[in-house]
């Protein structure tokens, strides 16, 4: 016992006196942490529901790099051979150093939910669950590094076997990219990484309801780490030389790898994959095919001109196990039949195949900051809008996917998180006494109020899908329906016009201040109109 | 008295090289036993398989009195290593590497006294990195006695330092003895066995060849002793060659040397000679045959075998 703790303090101390290690292992987090705070500088709280990537990424570092470079670079230095002329064994050897590195990596955890801190993210929700999510998350990575540093022969080695996994984790994994903006495939495939289990406990106890709800990832991940040190164990060699020729050998590498796949296979049993069933796929779309069902309408065109990343929505726990977007739903049932005194007082049946319009179609004015061209052939005021416009000029089915990363809306039945409910509460609360909102010109008072989800969406708030839910409503009941159909026509196709001050003077609502893309926003705010109007005029209803 | 070490018949194999192949020997205690032979002849494997490194494929081994194929740990307890380069991190001092070893024993020397013995003390600070070679062997020194060993096994432990520091260390490891402890070494330099060691087991291709003490080693060779001649006047080769035991002549100006297998007839003969042709002797030395005449004697008959 004296031997493993004073090697514990050696291994310590031995770590503080190394440069490298320190910006490795300190420095990079909080570069790391920094990095989402800006990113995510619009989000009210700020970082809380970034904590779970943070920590996950630095346990990540520290295991699987961290830990079997330090075993190896020791083990090839010959460190371990004079260590082993005592009689101490190799478990107390190894066991001293990993616990090493799980002190290490609280300390680096608790320093960057320090600084979260310190740039004003509130006191974690479960701090004890907090620690044994960390705990659970380091024994899984921590097994995965000393599988790594059992196989490696030199540091070098350990490089590339640590990439191998690292970046995968990173990317696909459901780590540094939410699982939400992946495509299903990725979010399938992610079930079988620690990841995203890792992510997922960490979150819950931050600002989620607690393990309680997270003990599939909470087993998950010990299950991972229990399989690691097994392999671990039964592959360690004294010296590289010494190959795996004895028992089994490498095969103990499938044990390892057996857990990823048991973990795997059982969340795929338990239907725990995806976090949102519609994901944003931008097809490239062959001719239109207008149909009002075509619930998973590709989004065609350019891709936005804004970096795609990162919805909001929450992880996974809270999402419903089953895929809740699956048929077509209106959130405006009342919308779908035309009434009879409209100027439009037909409105066509939809039709399958595209209208052969091949004007300038308004939604992808959006994503470009040229003003969208109009349509040549176009009504010279909104007054003068027909169905004939509409049907011919308005392509609903290239605006994004509700369910997709940008201008989203999410369905009915899809309940927010309790914070994000609380902002939602508040702009709902705002949002009949906003002031643009009031203004005596209808279709400025429809710009303004289109404004907000569309500024929301470009600062990726965590209410973006709801926002939109809450304006339609607002837009419905301050503008006749019939006038509003010719409003939301010619905002679509005059997305660039008229006054764009109330994008910036949402602070009322509860949206922070903050720099933005006026264009971006008025591209956004003329999808959203199409969203509307197919809402309205059932040509697209909300799915 | 029951050996410190007994070694019976080992056998060590690496692939299809048997590195090791029957090695047999004792050691007593309060000696220095030295292991001499060329590098790869199997020196550093067998020390290896006796301090616990390796396992070996056969044989026995006993230390101490105590079966160290079965029991390795009690083994280590009671021996100090150092072997051919010992390697720390470089953050670690050697204050603080004694600490940390020391941990690892039942029993410790306090680590003050150890840098004081090893004169470590200005650089028992210092970090492993810093340390000149001489330096570092110092520290493997060190720390092979933080158990207070009965048995201190020493492999190669002057290999790549310069003379100046290979005195000293000679120097130490008689200390050693002379502070009662037994000593193992392994070595492939011939004085240095000569020098330093009470008995020798000389080590080739895997096997003990010849061993027991350097005299006796060397005298029983049958190997000749080496005469050195040097004269106030040039020497001629036929003054030697008519003397009938003469082997190797060398002449070069006033000086000769050959091998002669009995001297005590031969040198007397010689020096009659001399003064018959008027040549005064300036020098005249008579060595036995060396570790080295020895060695390459076994070897030559173990090829022509």
Redesign the interface.
Known sequence: MNAFLQQLRMSLRLYFRNPMALIYGYAFPAIFLIAFWVLYRYDRVPLIRHMGELLTVTVLGGACFGLPTTLVSERERGVWKRIRLAPVSAISVVSSTIAARYVLLVVGGLLQVGLAMAFGMPFPRHPIELLIAFTAVSVAFLGLGLVIATLADNVPAVQALGQCIFLPMLIIGGVAVPLASLPDWAQHLSAFFPGRYAVEAIQATVNGSGLQATRFALLALVTIGAAGALAGGRLFRWDAQQRFMSRGGKGWVAVALAAWIAVGVAAEGRGRIATTSTVAEALPTPPPAVTPTDVVASAAGPVPTVAPPVPTGPIPPAVPAATPETGPRTTQPRAIPPEGASPMAHLPVPQAGSTAAPLASPPEARTSVAAPAPAPTGPSTWQAVAMKNIEEDILFNRVPPDGGVVIPVASADRQPDPDVQADLDELSAALPDWAPGKVADPVQRVRNLLYVPSVVDVFQLPTEPFVPLLVFDQIQASVPKDDLIKILYWIAVHADEGDDSAIAALQPLGVRQGSVDREEVRGRSGAYAVKLLGRITGKRPGN | MAAKVQVRNLRKRYGPVEAVRGVTFDIQDGEIFGLLGPNGAGKTTTLECV???REPDGGTIEVCGIDARAR???V??RIG?A?Q?????D??TPR?AL???G???AQRAAPETLLERFSLREKADA?FDTLSGGQRQRLALA?AFV?KPDLVFLDEPTSGLDPQARRELHGEIIKMRDDGHTVLLTTHYMDEAQTLCDRIAIVNHGEVIASGTPEALTSRSSSRQLVTVVASRPLAAATFETLGDVDDLVVDGERARFHAAAPTRTVPLLLARLEQRGIELVELHVQKATLEDVFIELTAAERSE
Do not use: H, M
Request: a positive charge; glycine letters at 4%.
């Open positions: 301090i616990g490194l390795p740990r009690d280590k307890q290593a072997l380069s010992t390697a720390l991190q953050k670690i603080e600490v940390l070893f941990s690892f024993y970090t720390l158990n």
